[in-house]
């Protein structure tokens, strides 16, 4: 039998929580790999079954812990940290439009791919104040969804006048992926960016964000809402590109 301390009288199951988290820190219970069922644990701490269920409740809060139905609980894997940077607006880029990467030990990563819908909607009250424009006015909005390791990266909705864009390839799903990112298709469109601003805020994901990109319980999102400028006027707005925390860094140089 195994003797958790519970200094300063800390609930067991915390403790509990404490030891598995060591463990799965140390790697002795591997990325990936189930953690004991509750009957092991159980015998292993000397606790009821409802005194297990809590600590690994903690643990899956803390997202460090996921349970899927018919599998069991295991210590979540540990994916590549995907670097965004200032570079990836450039107007000439041979990566992916959005993405500044760090991929894994080796360099090499894995493939994106990328899922893109293209439809024409009427500017609501939000988009049509970003583009300085009458509500209702046509736009085309671009849903795009990049999936990496196997699983969903991040989701970005963007949007565009539709008189501006009609006819071009960012009107075109198909566009993806591109050599260029859609400032370099602005500009072939001569459109010249002279200004991008981005705003960053945290939140937790709704049920169907967490659905969509597998996110596990505990793990926040960071929600980048950019604009995009070409002197004086916007031509160029993007919605909730939606980033797990886990799995994206923001990096930002700022010169003065």
């Not at 736009?139 to 008189?163: A, D, W």
Request: aromatic share 6%; hydrophobic share 40%.
């Amino acid at each position: 039998m195994r003797l958790v301390p519970t200094p300063h009288r800390q609930p067991r199951y915390r403790a509990i929580a404490d030891e598995l988290r060591r463990r799965i820190a140390a790697g002795a219970i591997p990325a990936g790999a189930l953690i004991p069922s509750e009957g092991a644990l159980t015998a292993e701490f000397s606790v009821a079954r409802g005194t297990i269920r809590e600590a690994i409740n903690v643990l899956r809060s803390e997202g460090l812990i996921v349970t899927e139905h018919g599998r069991g609980s295991y210590a979540r894997p540990n994916l590549p940290v995907r670097r965004l940077g200032h570079d990836r607006y450039r107007a000439k880029q041979s990566d992916s439009p959005l993405l500044n990467e760090m991929d894994g030990p080796d360099g090499l990563g894995e493939a994106d791919r990328t899922e893109v819908s293209c439809r024409e909607v009427p500017a609501g009250p939000e988009v049509s104040a970003l583009f300085g424009v009458a509500p209702g006015t046509m736009m085309l909005e671009r849903r795009m969804l990049v999936s990496r390791y196997g699983l969903p990266q991040h989701l970005t909705m963007s949007y565009y006048l539709l008189e501006v864009v009609a006819g071009t390839a960012l009107a075109e799903p198909a566009w993806e992926p591109s050599p260029s990112g859609y400032v370099a298709q602005l500009e072939s469109l001569g459109i010249t960016v002279t200004a991008i601003r981005e705003a960053v805020r945290a939140r937790m994901p709704t049920v169907a964000e967490a659905g969509l990109l597998r996110i596990p319980a505990g793990v926040p999102l960071l929600v980048v809402t950019r604009q995009t400028r070409s002197h004086e006027r916007t031509v160029e707005a993007a919605f909730s590109t939606i980033l797990p925390a886990d799995r994206f860094e923001l990096e930002y140089e700022i010169k003065i």
